[in-house]
């Protein structure tokens, strides 16, 4: 069985902060993917990044980055200089590399970056 | 930029009815799925469909639920006496092969009263 907690239901900060949304991962498969969403308040999945098991390199888009650490099953993901337009819900998830391929997501962690 | 699309955006239903939610994947992805999302509530998978068959199914995917590929374009989620508690959002995602991202459509906010 496959499980993804997000143990932070809200995290609240002011504008410019950098905050670090955390992931915590498990699953008996020993190749995987992880996946980050962004929901905000209008509602939609927007996809943002999917890391392979087998690589551990910490990737950085602009103002994110995302920190994958096999040996403590975590994916945390971390935004630098936050914005009013940051305000979303993010959901971390998982998915096996068999037929199928659905997603586990987490519990998701609410942001709210105030100006 | 291609995209997944559902219809309608918001649907209220009378319990006991039969509902049928509609998704138009992109059109060279061959991987379709169902999630929904109870309000306030994490993401859940339903079922996902390849090859004109369910490729696999969750707990919540009962006998009140099947999926339809009807045409080359169309994928329908069909709940067939809604209860109050499939009050939802459903979603709708898309693949082009395995082990790519899962493209979601923008939703379907189901109130059964």
């Known amino acids: 069985a496959q499980k993804v907690t997000q143990a932070q239901t809200e995290i609240s900060v002011v504008e410019k902060e950098d905050v670090t949304l955390d992931c915590v991962y498990e699953?008996?498969?020993?190749?995987?993917?992880l996946f980050w969403y962004k929901q905000p308040p209008s509602g939609e999945l927007v996809f943002l990044i999917r890391?392979?098991?087998?690589?551990?390199q910490n990737e950085i888009s602009g103002r994110y980055s995302w920190n994958f650490q096999k040996s403590t099953s975590s994916f945390n993901f971390t935004i630098t200089a936050s914005q009013v337009v940051d305000s979303a819900v993010y959901f971390c998830?998982?998915?096996?590399?068999?037929?199928?391929?659905?997603?586990?997501f987490g519990g998701g962690t609410r942001l709210m970056v105030k100006p | 930029e291609p995209e997944v699309t559902q219809t309608p955006s918001h649907q209220v239903t009378q319990m006991g009815q039969e509902v049928i939610l509609r998704c138009v994947p992109i059109?060279?992805?061959?991987?379709f799925y169902w999630y929904r999302q109870i309000l306030g509530q994490k993401v859940e998978f339903l079922v996902s469909?390849?090859?004109?068959?369910?490729?696999?199914k969750s707990e919540i995917f009962d006998d009140q639920f099947s999926v339809e590929r009807p045409d080359g374009s169309n994928f329908t989620l069909k709940i067939r006496s809604t209860k109050l508690e499939d009050s939802a959002m459903y979603f709708c995602?898309?693949?082009?092969?395995?082990?790519?991202?899962?493209?979601f459509g923008q939703g379907t906010r189901l109130t059964v009263v």
């Open positions: 699953t008996r498969d020993t190749t995987y993917y």
């Open positions: 469909f390849y090859n004109n068959e369910i490729s696999e």
């Open positions: 890391r392979n098991s087998f690589d551990e």
């Open positions: 995602a898309s693949r082009d092969r395995m082990n790519t991202e899962a493209f």
């Open positions: 998830a998982l998915s096996p590399l068999e037929a199928g391929n659905m997603l586990t």
């Open positions: 059109s060279n992805h061959l991987y």
